[in-house]
């Protein structure tokens, strides 16, 4: 069973992993331990067995918030980890008073456009060139709590 929770410095290891796996300008170690020490963050982790399938964060100013960051492990896609952890983290927002959830993605990333249109976010916008290696525009876009 998958089970949702924040993520701990102790999974800082396998989260690293899924981490150079997925992304070629992948975060640092020492990023992800900044951004935990933060009281305007919140990561959370999809476990399985002692095992981390994915993870998600995000960074509150006020009553919005802005998705830093999903990834799920190559060997844990297409079992709903990523809707699993977009529903949790949005449910905790909601509870927590936020009222806008801002994102970037890929322009190219579709499977995760479609995630996230599936809760609600609309495309608002682009950034040209925001990613590097292979440079490509950024999709912005927002959704707004109730």
């Known amino acids: 069973m998958i089970t949702i929770r924040e993520m701990q410095f102790d999974d800082l290891e396998q989260v690293m992993e899924i981490e150079r796996q997925n992304f070629s300008v992948p975060w640092t170690e020492n990023g992800f331990f900044s951004f935990l020490m933060r009281n305007d963050t919140l990561f959370l ?25 999903v990834s799920v492990a190559e060997d844990a896609r297409r079992r709903g980890v990523g809707r699993l952890l977009v529903r949790t983290m949005l449910d905790k927002m909601r509870i927590a008073g936020l009222t806008m959830i801002h994102l970037e993605v890929r322009k190219s990333n579709i499977p995760a ?34």
């Open 113 to 146: 456009i479609r995630l996230y249109e599936e809760f609600f976010f609309a495309q608002d916008g682009e950034r040209k060139n925001y990613y590097e290696e292979p440079t490509e525009d950024a999709v912005l876009m927002s959704c707004t709590l109730k």
């Open 45 to 69: 982790v999809a476990e399985e067995n002692e095992k981390i399938l994915g993870y998600m964060g995000i960074m509150m100013v006020l009553d919005e918030g802005e998705i830093t960051n």
